[in-house]
């Protein structure tokens, strides 16, 4: 089997541009899944059904149904219909931050919900308001504990990414696309294209074992 390297160096430029596109959307995702995660998770904690019904809801839809349709209905219906137009950028930054956020919800909740109750109340019996407590007391704990898993969901989601190419996102898949329809190769791109992704899941991964070390990450 011949191997047509010249097929790599001519898309390498194209490749990286990818890649850079791939870690964008993918650090933004997971930072805006983060934040609407931990207020989804409190929501959901809420002793209040008809307060607690609405994020359980959210949850279910976007952990129920596959990452594509949901990338399709905000591209092609929901966000032309709010915003007027969209790109495929911003639609896969916005897929991929609602998608982890539901995720990232259930992560926090059973980081919360495995702190000892003693904990709180004693924090409450030294005079601690629950916004302190949450903030000195149960965050700090929980977010060690959601360390793993979150890594886990980051990884998850740079993979999720390549999802992007079906809109024409121009990461890392998309050109692996082109550089396949031009030359009429399968081997070459998709080798790049798959070796590009294990050097960032390995690189991550690295990065949140050694984070892991440093906390002492139980």
């Not at 399709?72 to 930054?93: D, N, R, W």
């Not at 005079?127 to 060690?144: E, I, S, T, Y």
């Not at 050097?199 to 991550?204: I, K, Q, R, W």
Request: glycine fraction near 6%; proline fraction near 5%; hydrophobic fraction near 55%.
């Amino acid at each position: 089997m011949d191997f047509r390297f010249e097929i790599i160096v001519e898309y390498f430029p194209f490749f990286m541009k990818g890649m850079g596109l791939t870690v964008l959307m993918s650090v933004v995702g997971v930072l805006m899944g983060c934040i609407l995660g931990f207020f989804i998770a409190l929501g959901k904690m809420s002793p209040i059904l008809i307060v607690r019904l609405p994020f359980i809801w959210y949850i279910n839809f976007l952990r129920g149904t596959p990452l594509l349709v949901q990338l399709f209905l905000f591209h092609y219906a929901v966000l032309p219909a709010i915003l007027g137009s969209t790109t495929p950028v911003i639609s896969v930054m916005v897929t991929l931050s609602l998608n982890s956020s539901a995720y990232v919800a259930e992560i926090f909740r059973a980081g919360l919900q495995s702190i000892d109750k003693g904990q709180a109340e004693a924090a409450h019996s030294l005079g601690m308001n629950k916004f302190q407590v949450m903030r000195h007391v149960l965050l700090p704990q929980a977010f060690k504990r959601s360390i793993p898993p979150l890594g886990n969901e980051f990884i998850v989601l740079l993979k999720d990414s390549s999802l992007g190419a079906m809109i024409a996102a121009q990461e890392i898949l998309y050109w692996g696309r082109a550089a396949s329809g031009q030359y009429l190769r399968v081997w070459e791109p998709y080798l790049m294209v798959a070796l590009l992704y294990l050097v960032l899941t390995l690189s991550l991964t690295y990065l949140l074992n050694y984070l892991e070390r440093r906390l002492d990450v139980k």
